[in-house]
């Protein structure tokens, strides 16, 4: 198969996968379930690709890629939370590359997938590369902890999350400061008031960035990047995990509807988006409140509610760890 029939079937694949989201959308399916079927359709074609590249190369030389080099999805195309025109975001981690040849299948992969119609966010390591990068990058950290294989040998992602977990021992509170310092500066560059009249859903204060610092702070203190983990970890009320399991749901919901109104990754909820979303969603005016109003008063709910949780894990990851594992037990 020549490499343009290759990137002209992975084009049709993305077209499909976006039109069926679409549909899904119209039929009233839920955020979460929608991300979840965009990150399976978007899984499919990245492997489509990738398998057809290692299959171009020499017999030894694509058995020796196939032993040597996992696929790992990161970010959102890691936690399965892909809106139409998220961000493809794969690292290729190897132990060895005899042959030279993983840059080149790492560029023609990225290459591909983008004259496909995605937008990728690709990265090349090795274990030790990833978690000194890790250990400097707050962005590179917060990925590594989400990370999902997609193809390749698992022994490597094996390695990877406990060394992971020994630089968070080691290294908690600077790890902590760096990732707080990060969310800092991306609030001030999109507006640090929940309240904004025209906010970030994804970026703005309790938006969906929040709700993935609550992961991170919990696998930083607790070691649990999920919110039921945390619920038995007693950092978590039920009723807290479920507010933000609903707002999760929310927020993705509203994000996926920007998208495919733009046709491209939005995540600006403008005062025009505002009113066209209030209106699909038959929201009527009524106590002296129009209908853009009463949906940005449910939004603001969300954000608000997301903030008081995320700054309650905040506070509660104060004491050292000596102190929190002897309350645990």
């Known amino acids: 198969m020549t490499r343009r029939s290759v990137v002209a079937r992975a084009a049709a694949g993305v077209a499909e996968a976006r039109e069926r989201m679409a549909a899904q959308r119209a039929a009233g399916s839920p955020g979460t379930q929608i991300c979840t079927l965009a990150s399976d359709l978007f899984e499919t074609i990245v492997l489509d690709v990738y398998h057809t590249i290692v299959e171009a190369l020499p017999k030894e030389t694509a058995a020796h890629v196939r032993r040597e080099v996992a696929v790992v999805a990161h970010g959102g195309f890691g936690r399965r939370e892909m809106a139409p025109y998220s ?27 983008f004259d496909a119609g995605l937008d990728v966010g690709q990265s090349v390591r090795t274990v030790p590369e990833a978690i000194r990068l890790a250990e400097r990058d707050a962005t590179v950290f917060s990925t590594l902890i989400e990370s ?18 020994l630089l968070v021992d080691r290294h908690r509170p600077r790890l902590l400061r760096q990732l707080m310092e990060a969310r800092g500066e991306e609030r001030d560059r999109h507006g640090r008031s929940a309240s ?18 609550v992961r991170w702070i919990g696998f930083l203190g607790w070691g649990e990047a999920t919110f039921s983990g945390l619920v038995l970890r007693n950092a978590l009320s039920a009723a807290d995990a479920d507010t933000l399991r609903e707002a999760r749901s929310f927020l993705l919901g509203v994000r996926i509807d920007l998208h495919l109104a733009a046709g491209r990754g939005n995540d600006e909820l403008s005062r025009d988006e505002q009113a066209r979303i209030a209106a699909e969603r038959g929201i009527a005016s009524s106590a002296g409140l129009l209908a853009v109003e009463r949906f940005m008063r449910d939004y603001c709910g969300v954000t608000q509610s997301v903030l008081r949780i995320l700054t309650h894990l905040q506070q509660q990851m104060g004491p050292p760890p000596w102190r929190r594992q002897l309350a645990d037990r």
């Not at 999902?148 to 094996?158: F, I, M, N, T, V």
Request: cysteine-free; aromatic content about 2%.
């Open 87 to 113: 961000d493809v975001d794969v690292m290729l981690l190897y132990d060895r590359d005899r042959d030279g040849v993983v840059p080149g299948i790492a560029r023609q992969l990225l290459q591909d997938l």
């Open 148 to 165: 999902r294989l997609l193809a390749g040998p698992s022994r490597l992602l094996d390695r990877l999350r406990p060394r992971l977990s």
């Open 196 to 213: 904004l009249l025209q906010p970030n859903v994804k970026r703005s204060r309790g938006g969906l960035r929040d709700i993935q610092m």
